[in-house]
C-alpha cells in the first residue's frame, strides 16, 4: 500500500514529514538541486564537518515554520482580540490552505541559491539576488504544474518566501505578512533558527545552540501598538524572552566565531576571484534554466583542472583553494584603532595596495544591518511592552563588525614586519594630521 506520509531523517529536527503532495516539489529539479548546494559555501576547508547542503537546511526551516503556525494559530495562543481578526478560523479551508502555503515557502525558500550559497552572489547583474532568482523559479514553467496539482498559488508561495522587501510591487496584507516573517523575520524567522542549529551541528561548535523547543512554544502574534499602529508581528511571552534571548547571543557568536572566521572568509575571496574568470562576463546567468544546470559541483571540477594548468588565467586562485595557499590575514578589526579613525582597515587596506600591489592583498568589511531586537512582549499582567525594556541583554548585545586585510603567502611576512612598522602613521586621521 503506497504512504502518503513520508518521513526522511533529519540530525536536527529527527523526522521532518511530509505528504505525498508536497514530496511532489522535494522531488522537483529546482529542489533537488539543493543536495548540490553547500550551505557553507567553502567552510568545509576551515570546520571539516560543514559538509552539509542547502536541501536538508531547507527542509528543516518547513519543520520550524509548520511548528511556529500551529503554535501562533492555536485560539487559546492567541490573546488580542485584533489578532482574531487576522488569523484564519482554526481548521477551516483558508487556515489549511495557508499553512500548506507556508509550507511549501519554506521548502522552497533558497531554491535561487547561487553554486557556494553566498559565496559569490555579488556576482549577478545589478538589482538581482538569490531572492529574486527564488521568485523565478517558484513562478516557471517547471514547477507550474506541481503548484496546480497541490492546489495553491504559486504567486503567494514566492511571496510568502521572500518577504515584502524582495517581492517587489506586491500589497502584502496583514497575515500575508507575518506567515512570510515566521520564515525570514529577522526576529524569529525560522531560516535563522535552522541556520544557527544546522551550523553549530556540522561545524562542530556550540555557539548556535538555543532552546528553540521553548521559543517556538512562547512566541506569539502580538500587535506591536506602536504610535495607535496595531500592525501584527512575531512576539513572545513573557516566560520565553530568555530563549530569544539566547537566538540572538547565538546568532551574534555564530556570526563573529564562524561565519566570519577570517580564513573562511578570504576563500570566498578566492572563490569570487576564480568565477570572474570562470563565468561569461565574470557574472552568473540569471535565467532559471541556466541557474538551474549550476552547482557546487562543476565549480570545483573546473578549481581542481585550472589549479593543474599554470597558463589558466583562474590559476593563481584555484590554486589558493586547492593548494591550501590562500592569502593570510595581516590585519583585522581593532577598537583602538577605529576609535581613532573608523576607516582604519580602509587606510591599511589602501597602503598595503600601494606597497605590494594589488594582485597580492585583499580586503573583506562587513556591518550588521538593522537591528532584530526589538520585538513585542506579553507580560504576566497581559500587557504588550518592548523586548528592549524587558532584557538588558538585548540593548547591549553588539553590532557585528569585521574588517580584514590579507596578504599573499609570499609576501606576507615582510607586509606584517612593515604593517609592524607603520600602522600608527597609516591610520592617523587626514585632518588630524592637517592641524
Same mark, same amino acid.
Request: hydrophobic letters at 40%.
Given at each position: 500500500?503506497?504512504?502518503? %506520509?513520508?518521513?526522511?531523517?533529519?540530525?536536527?529536527?529527527?523526522?521532518?514529514?511530509?505528504?505525498?503532495?508536497?514530496?511532489?516539489?522535494?522531488?522537483?529539479? #529546482?529542489?533537488?538541486?539543493?543536495?548540490?548546494?553547500?550551505?557553507?559555501?567553502?567552510?568545509?576547508?576551515?570546520?571539516?564537518?560543514?559538509?552539509?547542503?542547502?536541501?536538508?537546511?531547507?527542509?528543516?526551516?518547513?519543520?520550524?515554520?509548520?511548528?511556529?503556525?500551529?503554535?501562533?494559530?492555536?485560539?487559546?495562543?492567541?490573546?488580542?482580540?485584533?489578532?482574531?481578526?487576522? *488569523?484564519?478560523?482554526?481548521?477551516?479551508?483558508?487556515?489549511?490552505?495557508?499553512?500548506?502555503?507556508?509550507?511549501?515557502?519554506?521548502?522552497?525558500?533558497?531554491?535561487?541559491?547561487?553554486?557556494?550559497?553566498?559565496?559569490?552572489?555579488?556576482?549577478?547583474?545589478?538589482?538581482?539576488?538569490?531572492?529574486?532568482?527564488?521568485?523565478?523559479?517558484?513562478?516557471?514553467?517547471?514547477?507550474?504544474? %506541481?503548484?496546480?496539482?497541490?492546489?495553491?498559488?504559486?504567486?503567494?508561495?514566492?511571496?510568502?518566501?521572500?518577504?515584502?522587501?524582495?517581492?517587489?510591487?506586491?500589497?502584502?496584507? /496583514?497575515?500575508?505578512?507575518?506567515?512570510?516573517?515566521?520564515?525570514?523575520?529577522?526576529?524569529?524567522?525560522?531560516?535563522?533558527?535552522?541556520?544557527?542549529?544546522?551550523?553549530?551541528?556540522?561545524?562542530?561548535?556550540?555557539?548556535?545552540?538555543?532552546?528553540?523547543?521553548?521559543?517556538?512554544?512562547?512566541?506569539?502574534?502580538? #500587535?506591536? @501598538?506602536?504610535?495607535?499602529?496595531?500592525?501584527?508581528?512575531?512576539?513572545?511571552?513573557?516566560?520565553?524572552?530568555?530563549?530569544?534571548?539566547?537566538?540572538?547571543?547565538?546568532?551574534?557568536?555564530?556570526?563573529?566565531?564562524?561565519?566570519?572566521? #577570517?580564513?573562511?572568509?578570504?576563500?570566498?575571496?578566492?572563490?569570487? /576571484?576564480?568565477?570572474?574568470?570562470?563565468?561569461?562576463?565574470?557574472?552568473?546567468?540569471?535565467?532559471?534554466?541556466?541557474?538551474?544546470?549550476?552547482?557546487?559541483?562543476?565549480?570545483?571540477?573546473?578549481?581542481?583542472?585550472?589549479?593543474?594548468?599554470?597558463?589558466?588565467?583562474?590559476?593563481?586562485?584555484?590554486?589558493?583553494?586547492?593548494?591550501?595557499?590562500?592569502?593570510?590575514?595581516?590585519?583585522?578589526?581593532? #577598537?583602538?584603532?577605529?576609535?581613532?579613525?573608523?576607516?582604519?582597515? %580602509?587606510?591599511?587596506?589602501?597602503?598595503?595596495? @600601494?606597497?605590494?600591489?594589488?594582485?597580492?592583498?585583499?580586503?573583506?568589511?562587513?556591518?550588521?544591518?538593522?537591528?532584530?531586537?526589538?520585538?513585542?512582549?506579553?507580560?504576566?499582567?497581559?500587557?504588550?511592552?518592548?523586548?528592549?525594556?524587558?532584557?538588558?541583554?538585548?540593548?547591549?548585545?553588539? *553590532?557585528?563588525?569585521?574588517?580584514?586585510?590579507?596578504?599573499?603567502?609570499?609576501?606576507?611576512?615582510?607586509? @606584517?614586519?612593515?604593517?609592524?612598522?607603520?600602522?600608527?602613521?597609516?591610520?592617523?586621521?587626514?585632518?588630524? @594630521?592637517?592641524?
Amino acid at each position: 500500500m503506497a504512504k502518503h %506520509i513520508h518521513e526522511i531523517r533529519d540530525p536536527i529536527h529527527v523526522f521532518i514529514r511530509l505528504d505525498s503532495a508536497e514530496r511532489k516539489v522535494l522531488d522537483s529539479r #529546482p529542489f533537488q538541486r539543493l543536495r548540490h548546494i553547500h550551505q557553507l559555501g567553502l567552510t568545509y576547508l576551515v570546520y571539516p564537518g560543514a559538509t552539509h547542503r542547502r536541501f536538508e537546511h531547507s527542509l528543516g526551516v518547513m519543520e520550524l515554520a509548520t511548528r511556529v503556525y500551529d503554535i501562533v494559530t492555536e485560539p487559546d495562543n492567541i490573546a488580542h482580540e485584533s489578532i482574531r481578526k487576522v *488569523v484564519p478560523k482554526h481548521k477551516s479551508y483558508d487556515y489549511e490552505y495557508w499553512r500548506r502555503v507556508l509550507r511549501m515557502a519554506a521548502l522552497c525558500h533558497d531554491l535561487g541559491h547561487l553554486p557556494f550559497s553566498h559565496g559569490a552572489e555579488e556576482l549577478l547583474p545589478d538589482g538581482w539576488d538569490h531572492e529574486r532568482l527564488t521568485v523565478e523559479i517558484i513562478l516557471s514553467a517547471e514547477l507550474k504544474s %506541481i503548484w496546480e496539482e497541490i492546489k495553491v498559488q504559486p504567486e503567494d508561495v514566492a511571496k510568502i518566501a521572500v518577504g515584502p522587501k524582495k517581492f517587489k510591487g506586491a500589497v502584502f496584507e /496583514d497575515w500575508e505578512a507575518i506567515l512570510s516573517e515566521i520564515i525570514i523575520g529577522d526576529a524569529f524567522g525560522v531560516d535563522r533558527m535552522d541556520y544557527l542549529l544546522r551550523d553549530s551541528h556540522h561545524a562542530g561548535v556550540a555557539y548556535g545552540k538555543f532552546d528553540h523547543y521553548r521559543l517556538i512554544d512562547t512566541l506569539r502574534i502580538l #500587535p506591536r @501598538e506602536e504610535e495607535d499602529s496595531l500592525e501584527p508581528v512575531l512576539g513572545v511571552e513573557e516566560g520565553g524572552i530568555h530563549s530569544a534571548e539566547a537566538l540572538l547571543m547565538a546568532r551574534y557568536f555564530m556570526y563573529t566565531q564562524l561565519y566570519f572566521h #577570517p580564513v573562511r572568509r578570504i576563500y570566498d575571496i578566492h572563490l569570487k /576571484d576564480f568565477l570572474k574568470f570562470w563565468l561569461p562576463d565574470g557574472i552568473f546567468p540569471i535565467a532559471v534554466e541556466e541557474h538551474l544546470l549550476k552547482t557546487d559541483n562543476e565549480i570545483i571540477t573546473s578549481i581542481f583542472e585550472s589549479a593543474r594548468n599554470p597558463n589558466s588565467p583562474s590559476y593563481k586562485s584555484a590554486k589558493c583553494i586547492i593548494s591550501r595557499e590562500h592569502f593570510r590575514c595581516i590585519y583585522q578589526r581593532n #577598537p583602538d584603532d577605529f576609535e581613532r579613525n573608523n576607516e582604519a582597515a %580602509i587606510a591599511i587596506f589602501n597602503a598595503a595596495c @600601494e606597497q605590494f600591489g594589488p594582485d597580492n592583498i585583499r580586503a573583506d568589511r562587513y556591518r550588521q544591518k538593522g537591528s532584530t531586537a526589538d520585538f513585542p512582549v506579553y507580560t504576566g499582567d497581559e500587557r504588550i511592552v518592548s523586548s528592549l525594556a524587558m532584557s538588558k541583554v538585548l540593548t547591549e548585545l553588539p *553590532v557585528v563588525a569585521t574588517d580584514y586585510v590579507f596578504a599573499s603567502p609570499e609576501i606576507r611576512e615582510e607586509a @606584517e614586519k612593515w604593517l609592524e612598522q607603520n600602522r600608527e602613521a597609516i591610520i592617523e586621521p587626514k585632518d588630524k @594630521e592637517e592641524e
